[in-house]
């Protein structure tokens, strides 16, 4: 006791001398501080009026260059957009009606070399000084200016050149789009005062465009005059007479006058694109006072700053004495909170141990049952399906243990590699497709604006991130409901990251919905909602927290939103790197197409795609609406190239109204859907559909999609090409002996042979020996005796073989992470696929690999 008295009183004495010393340098330096500060404030009034002059002025100026900007690379838009070789005038004339007015112009007029003005929207306008506004567009300049429309109301007016058929037979030489002179003063807010400045845009007879004072004045010259009665006309004419010299020449202009008893500075410079004037006022009265609350402002802030560092400095004794107690608190929190998590984990077991028995009671009856129904096919086969289902259940709750392992202990790691968003979005829908039918659900795609198809990711967690998003909103959405995905990109402005493109993927659904309580924990590991509702649903409780750590490697962001009985939307943001090299250019022959599908958002961004790639195309919601263009056009003799039709409407699917289509004319049509297309195959070919393709609709799957209908060569297109694999060997390096005769069975059947080397050494001695060109591939286990499959794969490719650097090598092994991918490439081979087997992968890649080799 006696020794923590002494260093009780030790500590108490450093800190009561620390306070001291403290205190007394803090009062020194507080008080030369606010002295300084008080001088330098007096030397810096005389410069800061002109150098806040000079940034509002350009401030402003470029606000209203941006804004003048803005509105005519809108107009001059319209005029890229809409060409002049129209065959019908009436309906270019509705074209630029339409296209001006949805960029929220409220006046359309063509303009004749004489400077005449064709209205084709809103009332009639009339120019206030039009002579240098046909100046500068006879001169292919583009020009704003101001003017009247026939009720007297005052407007503004954008000037782009233009070669269009007026009514009356002459050619345009400029379209005239205007507005409101409204839009001036609310978009920089020149109707409000500032605290310290306030301007005004002028025309060069002093005339207002817009300005901060009243209606109560005509111009601004006249104003100076009635506003300052008692000072010197002389002043103020000598004033108006140097700024009408400086507007005249188009020259910026400043100058100090004393009006009213106050002294302003006044600062005028030309405005962009027009022959306006913005004027700048800063009085100096209000400039002196702020200057002088700023002082006061300091010295109570410096004040106050010091009697906060006391106070800190008295609370540090406070605090002192409590540490110990809050380090004996902060222990046995971390107590707690290692019982809450050992807790978690026993009843994390106590579900597994339920969650991993259901589908091991399903294989095991299963095959009971299949054993004594041996002879009855069709029951052997419902009992194998069964089993197929209830196995790969069980490998997703291993893989989800196995992941949340590596996270643990903070293993997981990430293999960049170039895939392709179309193919991950493709496999993914075939993947959910069983289950959204076996609920009976709809299953809605859309993407939007897509910049970089092919990008550099982890596929493999990429593919995690996804299912267990769907998985989860699948399983917690009712039968009938609605689940949705969502997948757009934008630009990223950042100069570190210009290579790279943000991605964001939304899952949504209609299902049961999430307590606010337990939407706080949802990515917490082991968790799952303890509810009636959810009694019934198997899982691990870690596809949450899997996939949060995923998203947070990725260096992205994952949020949800959700409410109870309405349904759960997760969003990710990943910022994901473009996979750069020269694209092929997709481009179609200008056929017009007919786009057909409730959904509006798929409806506009297909139409945006067609037109990328070349293709005219309109686009309905309705099937009625529809048969209705098809119909008009036909009688027109103008018809449709192709319709793409989607499988399910609200009136009728898409199968009816394509077969009202075929009575009408014989124009191709095709299906476009999220679900499996041997659903309805057969009823569709039946009805005389032309073929399909499923959605979500990429710009690659929209190309290649119509480009066999339209008679265009596939002699570049190796995707296309079928390899047939019959009389290639195979050698496959496997320790088990099932894994063997599994293996063999599955890959015989497409007329495959191969050989078995039950080590990596018999595999490398079997190589080794065989004549060049001999084997086409070799799938190679990576746990062997004897040699094991990363050195097996380094010896053949060290050896003096003529096939040895050549000859594909995949890994086909249990060890399914990243890191074990990454190892099997690291040493010399040339893909991975994991265990157990997906036949249509090593096919796949046995294709891929053989026809490259």
């Not at 402003?60 to 005038?89: G, P, W, Y």
């Not at 939407?519 to 959810?534: C, G, H, L, M, N």
């Not at 870690?542 to 490697?553: D, F, H, Q, R, S």
């Not at 050195?791 to 003096?800: F, G, W």
């Amino acid at each position: 006791m006696d020794i923590q008295d002494k260093m009780g009183n030790r500590t108490r004495h450093f800190l009561i001398g620390s306070f001291t010393l403290l205190l007394v340098i803090s009062a020194s330096a507080f008080l030369c501080l606010g002295y300084y500060m008080s001088n330098v404030s007096r030397k810096a009034i005389d410069k800061v009026g002109s150098l806040y002059m000079e940034g509002i002025n350009k401030q402003i100026s470029a606000h209203f260059r941006t804004l003048m900007t803005l509105k005519l690379e809108q107009a001059e838009t319209v005029v890229e957009v809409v060409s002049a070789n129209h065959d019908n005038a009436n309906e270019l004339y509705e074209e630029l009606i339409y296209r001006i007015h949805v960029r929220n112009f409220n006046y359309l007029a063509l303009c004749s070399e004489s400077g005449d003005l064709e209205m084709l929207y809103g009332e009639p306008i009339y120019l206030a000084d039009p002579e240098p506004f046909f100046e500068s567009l006879e001169n292919n300049e583009k020009k704003i200016a101001i003017g009247k429309d026939e009720s007297g109301n005052e407007v503004v007016l954008f000037g782009i050149n233009a070669d269009y058929p007026m009514k009356n037979g002459e050619q345009c030489m400029a379209l005239i789009a205007a507005l409101p002179i409204e839009y001036i003063s609310e978009m920089l807010d020149t109707d409000e005062v500032d605290e310290l400045v306030y301007t005004h845009i002028i025309r060069k007879d002093g005339s207002f465009i817009s300005s901060a004072l009243s209606n109560d004045y005509s111009d601004y010259f006249s104003s100076l005059y009635e506003r300052y009665p008692e000072d010197s006309r002389e002043t103020i004419d000598a004033y108006i007479e140097a700024l009408t010299t400086a507007m005249q020449n188009k020259e910026d202009y400043s100058a100090i006058l004393e009006l009213g008893g106050n002294r302003e500075l006044i600062y005028s410079t030309l405005l962009p694109y027009s022959e306006w004037h913005l004027i700048i006022v800063l009085p100096f009265g209000p400039l002196n006072q702020t200057v002088e609350n700023l002082n006061l402002n300091t010295t109570a802030a410096t004040i106050l700053v010091f009697a906060l560092i006391l106070l800190m400095l008295l609370f540090i004794f406070y605090i002192y004495y409590k540490l110990s107690c809050q380090q004996l608190i902060a222990l046995d929190a971390a107590r707690q909170e290692a019982l809450l998590a050992n807790k978690a984990k026993s009843e994390f077991l106590s579900n597994m141990s339920h969650d991993i028995r259901t589908p091991m009671n399903a294989i095991v009856g299963m095959t009971a049952i299949a054993t004594t129904h041996i002879d009855d096919i069709e029951h052997v086969q419902h009992c194998l399906k069964k089993i197929a289902l209830s196995g790969k259940h069980l490998l997703g709750l291993i893989n989800d243990v196995l992941d949340m392992s590596k996270i643990e202990s903070g293993k997981l790691t990430l293999t960049a590699e170039r895939i392709s968003l179309r193919e991950i979005s493709d496999a993914l829908v075939s993947i959910v497709q069983p289950q959204i039918k076996n609920k009976n659900q709809n299953f809605n795609v859309h993407i939007d604006n897509i910049i970089a198809e092919d990008v550099y990711c982890d596929s493999v967690r990429l593919n995690q991130i996804l299912l267990n998003l769907l998985s989860n909103a699948i399983k917690y959405t009712q039968e009938g409901g609605t689940v949705q995905l969502s997948l757009y990109q934008e630009d990223i402005t950042l100069p570190e990251k210009e290579n790279y493109v943000r991605t964001h993927i939304k899952v949504k659904d209609n299902g049961i919905g999430m307590a606010p309580e337990f939407i706080e924990r949802i990515f917490d590991s082991y968790s799952r909602a303890d509810s009636k509702r959810v009694q019934k649903t198997e899982g691990a409780g870690l596809g949450m927290a899997i996939t949060k750590y995923i998203v947070n490697a990725m260096n992205g962001t994952i949020t949800v939103e959700s409410t109870l009985n309405k349904g759960t939307e997760f969003h990710v943001i990943l910022d994901l790197e473009k996979a750069l090299g020269q694209e092929m250019d997709m481009l179609l022959p200008p056929w017009k197409i007919l786009v057909v599908d409730d959904d509006e958002m798929l409806c506009r961004t297909a139409i945006e795609t067609l037109e990328s790639i070349g293709i005219h195309a309109d686009w309905t919601q309705s099937g009625n609406k529809a048969i209705q263009m098809v119909t008009a056009h036909h009688q027109m003799h103008d018809e449709y190239q192709i319709v793409l039709l989607d499988w399910k409407l609200p009136e009728q699917d898409g199968i009816t109204i394509a077969k009202q289509m075929l009575q009408i004319t014989d124009i191709p049509i095709i299906l476009i859907s999220a679900y499996d297309w041997g659903e309805f195959e057969a009823e569709a070919k039946a009805a005389g559909i032309t073929g399909f393709i499923s959605k979500p609709l990429f710009k690659s799957t929209l190309f290649y999609g119509l480009k066999k209908y339209m008679n265009i060569s596939e002699a570049q297109d190796s995707s296309n090409v079928d390899m047939d694999l019959a009389g290639h060997n195979i050698l496959v390096a496997e320790d088990n002996d099932l894994n063997w005769e599994i293996l063999s069975e599955l890959l015989s059947d497409f007329g495959l042979k191969l050989d078995w080397a039950e080590n990596g050494q018999i595999c490398f001695e079997m190589f080794k020996s065989s004549e060049p060109g001999y084997y086409a591939a070799i799938l190679m286990d990576i746990r062997m005796p004897v040699m094991n499959g990363i050195e097996a794969t380094l010896a053949i490719r060290a050896s003096d073989h003529q096939d040895a650097q050549s000859i594909p090598i995949i890994a086909m092994t249990a060890d399914a992470f990243s890191e074990d991918v990454q190892r099997c490439l690291d040493s010399g081979m040339n893909a991975h696929t994991a265990k157990p087997v997906n036949l249509d992968e090593v096919l796949s890649l046995l294709k891929k690999f053989i026809l490259n080799h």
